[in-house]
């Protein structure tokens, strides 16, 4: 049974930082994509940021973000532990949500279809 389990949210002030985790089990994703998304209240879920492997089994990985966030997050991985990590600087009250992990997307990265999704973790970001 394959489970995405996140970790790591919390309560900052604006300008803070967090470093999300997400933990994947029952199989390798060393291969696949992995995303994030988040979803805020009254809104729907929007992609945060992605990681696609160039080539399977290599550190030769592209990273894509949402604008909102490029500049601010970073998505990294570390296939050792089957994790992957964002971390989220300059964080603003608009990045408040609950943030999902994914992995195995059905199609467009960007797009909310994937196989596997986590439970989500929340982020709270007071002004």
């Known amino acids: 049974q394959v489970q995405l389990i996140e970790s790591g949210g919390g309560s900052v002030q604006a300008g803070g930082s967090l470093r999300l985790s997400c933990a994947a089990s029952?199989?390798?994703?060393?291969?696949?994509?992995m995303g994030w998304f988040r979803r805020a209240p009254g809104k729907e879920r929007e992609f945060v940021a992605a990681i696609r492997w160039r080539r399977r089994y290599t550190s030769y990985a592209d990273s894509y973000y949402a604008d909102s966030v490029k500049g601010r997050f970073t998505i990294s991985i570390n296939n050792a532990k089957n994790t992957v990590y964002l971390q989220m600087n300059s964080l603003k009250p608009e990045d408040t949500a609950v943030y999902h992990c994914?992995?195995?997307?059905?199609?467009?990265?960007?797009?909310?279809?994937?196989?596997?999704w986590g439970q989500g973790t929340q982020v709270t970001v007071s002004s």
């Open positions: 029952g199989r390798t994703f060393s291969s696949s994509t």
């Open positions: 994914a992995a195995d997307p059905l199609g467009d990265f960007s797009a909310d279809e994937y196989n596997y």
